[in-house]
């Protein structure tokens, strides 16, 4: 799971950024909301694990 991945700084960065330019790109907020949603879901679970 997540909780097991390590990645350094500069690739975190890199992910980030990625994914902030890919969400800026949608224009429909709903699914702008609906992309992060999913994005986000498998991370909740390793978040609640901590």
Not at 11 to 40: F, W, Y
Request: hydrophobic share 40%; net charge negative; proline share 2%.
């Amino acid at each position: 799971g997540l909780e097991k991945w390590y990645l350094p700084l500069e690739e975190e960065e890199e992910v980030v950024g990625a994914i902030t330019v890919i969400l800026n790109a949608v224009t429909n907020k709903d699914l702008k909301n609906s992309c992060l949603g999913r994005l986000l879901r498998s991370s909740f679970g390793a978040i609640e694990k901590l």
